[in-house]
């Protein structure tokens, strides 16, 4: 069974850092892209950045560009976001997905989602 | 970056009823097109990729189409169960954006 689970988020003040995790199981974390999409409270999904197999960094949206870094361990089943100098609008929750690849990329797995908030 | 719109932001169904919810690029997109489900505090949920691909042990009433550069996600009749947020996404280029999303609410 496919499982990701997110872990790091909590309370932090405007200007801070935090390092999301999400640990896969289930399946050849090596062979997949995966993504980090939140959702601020009482908004949308936003795509926040993807990652392909080979830990090269894909574009990620304007708003977090310069300030949260994607990132891998494929010995590790693990992906990560850095993010720092986090500001209130980037309070959310926080979620990552597998990209699978059959006719298009399409987001086939999710995590239950880390909640950020970003307040003083 | 590509822009997609989606429409109407709610909507009001009674169970049975034919829902419709359209999304429109702004620019050629080709049938890079998938749409979620969202329901509160769970993960979303794709339901028909590249368009018009019904996901694996995605029900039946769900069916997706384009013409151009809009795409329309189709639920032929309304089931309790249904009643979500739906969000269309491109993956035509990155940013991979959202649409705004459409809450399908009880009539």
């Known amino acids: 069974e496919v499982q990701l689970v997110e872990s790091g988020g909590g309370l932090v003040q405007p200007g801070g850092s935090l390092r999301l995790s999400c640990v896969a199981s289930g399946f050849t974390f090596r062979q997949y892209w995966m993504a980090w999409v939140r959702q601020a409270p009482g908004k949308g999904l936003e795509y926040v950045d993807i990652?392909?197999?080979?830990?090269?960094?894909?574009r990620s949206v304007a708003s977090v560009q310069g300030r949260f870094t994607i990132s891998r361990d494929n010995a590790r089943n693990s992906l990560w976001l850095q993010m720092d100098g986090l500001r209130a609008e980037d309070t959310a929750t926080y979620f990552c997905?597998?990209?699978?690849?059959?006719?298009?990329?399409?987001?086939?797995?999710w995590g239950q989602g880390t909640q950020v908030i970003v307040s003083s | 970056d590509i822009q997609m719109t989606q429409s109407p932001s709610s909507l009001s169904a009674s169970v049975g009823d034919r829902v419709t919810i359209t999304c429109r690029a702004s620019?050629?997109?080709?049938?890079?097109v998938n749409w979620y489900q969202k329901k509160p505090g769970r993960a979303p949920n794709v339901l028909i990729y590249s368009a018009s691909r019904l996901q694996s042990g995605v029900p039946s009433r769900f069916s997706g189409s384009s013409s151009g550069t809009d795409f329309t996600l189709t639920i032929s009749s309304l089931q309790p169960e249904d009643f979500a947020t739906y969000y269309c996404q491109h993956v035509y280029q990155t940013p991979w954006t959202f649409g705004q999303g459409t809450k399908v609410e009880v009539k």
């Open positions: 997905a597998r990209i699978l690849l059959s006719t298009d990329w399409v987001f086939d797995y």
């Open positions: 990652i392909d197999q080979d830990d090269s960094r894909e």
């Open positions: 620019r050629d997109i080709s049938t890079q």
